[in-house]
């Protein structure tokens, strides 16, 4: 109990040293960066993002988010990494096929990573949805923070070459500085973020970026890129809420993708939906819903997840944002238990619900 004592004190001057630390690091652009303008489009049928101030806005009018104290309390009180190691597991991993990776010239893959991240291949395309290598997510360059408890299965130089990267948000577990900073190094893709983020990433040097508002989009790669809603938020600060945009995204080829990032569960979804689909593939985060009481407006559950995929009109599914990070309050493998209930429940086709192991390549 001292142990378990010390180590939430020290937690919580740790994240209130990052908070100061970081207390100048609010830039927010005014528009779109890192392109010409006139080569962004508007997608007719999506809400652009609304701010009130400098704070962005959820399209729930009737959104209301736990207060940052209740949150902090619960990450101090109630997360994984307090308990004991027998809570979690590592998952078992595989080892993906690099060289196929690597000279895939045409097939549709995805390949899971751990968390949020995907390693995905489209019509001779390679790009990362919210990539994070850290061995600890947190404040500076995860010196402290939640642990990784699940390693990736690749290392980030052995990736084929990466054309462009998604990023949904800003928070720790979805933008990771040090990973961010080695793709830049290693690779030089396009980041494709929302408003306020390609401002972030070009504080830190990284410049080939494009920003984007809900209902935009940009050709990279042949490739459509679309930034839809999400219901969510942002801050890596006590003083930067809300001040960068977070999003969903689709990506459009011969096959249409969509990746959720992080989300409560909101009509956004049937209209993304409506608008751009069907999708042949969508990733849906199924961890981290617990509490409900906190997590509800911004983490959907797995019975949710399966909604959303419903809504999206999505031929498969495919499970994110879980076994990887000791951040949730419910037992690391509960989210499978809770969708293979609901797939059941709701008479869906299993075959299409898939949960690949972290490294496993599936076609789609």
Request: proline share 8%.
């Amino acid at each position: 109990m001292i142990a378990q004592t010390a180590r939430r004190t020290l937690l919580v001057f740790a994240l209130l040293l990052a908070f100061a630390h970081s207390a100048g690091d609010t830039t927010l652009a005014s528009g779109p960066t890192g392109v010409n303008p006139a080569s962004i489009l508007t997608v007719d049928g999506l809400s652009p993002a609304s701010r009130v101030g400098r704070t962005f806005r959820n399209l729930d009018p009737g959104y209301k988010r736990a207060s940052y104290y209740e949150r902090l309390h619960s990450l101090i009180v109630g997360g994984t990494w307090l308990v004991p190691e027998s809570r979690v597991a590592p998952l078992v991993t595989v080892a993906p096929d690099v060289r196929a990776l690597r000279e895939n010239a045409g097939h549709a893959t995805v390949t899971w990573i751990g968390h949020s991240t995907l390693l995905v291949q489209l019509d001779g395309v390679t790009f990362l949805t919210d990539p994070t290598w850290a061995e600890r997510s947190g404040p500076f360059g995860g010196l402290v923070g939640v642990r990784r408890y699940t390693p990736p299965p690749v290392s980030l130089e052995d990736l084929p070459p990466i054309d462009f990267v998604l990023i949904s948000h800003d928070h720790y577990d979805h933008l990771d500085e040090p990973t961010v900073r080695r793709l830049a190094r290693i690779f030089n893709p396009t980041f494709v973020v929302p408003l306020g983020i390609g401002a972030w990433l070009a504080d830190r040097g990284i410049t080939n970026a494009v920003e984007l508002n809900w209902g935009q989009s940009i050709e990279v790669k042949g490739l459509t890129v679309v930034c839809t809603p999400a219901q969510h938020g942002s801050g890596r600060t006590l003083i930067d809420q809300g001040r960068r945009l977070w999003a969903s995204w689709v990506v459009l080829g011969s096959q249409r993708f969509y990746f959720a990032g992080d989300t409560g569960y909101y009509a956004h979804f049937k209209e993304i939906g409506d608008t751009l689909g069907p999708f042949d593939l969508a990733a849906l985060p199924i961890g981290s819903y617990t509490p409900r009481s906190i997590a509800r407006p911004v983490h959907i559950s797995p019975e949710e997840a399966l909604r959303a995929w419903t809504d999206l009109r999505a031929m498969r599914f495919i499970g994110i944002h879980w076994g990887t990070f000791d951040l949730a309050r419910e037992p690391y493998d509960e989210p499978l238990a809770r969708l293979a209930s609901e797939v059941e429940r709701r008479g869906l086709d299993p075959a299409a619900v898939w949960i690949p192991k972290p490294g496993e390549t599936v076609p789609w």
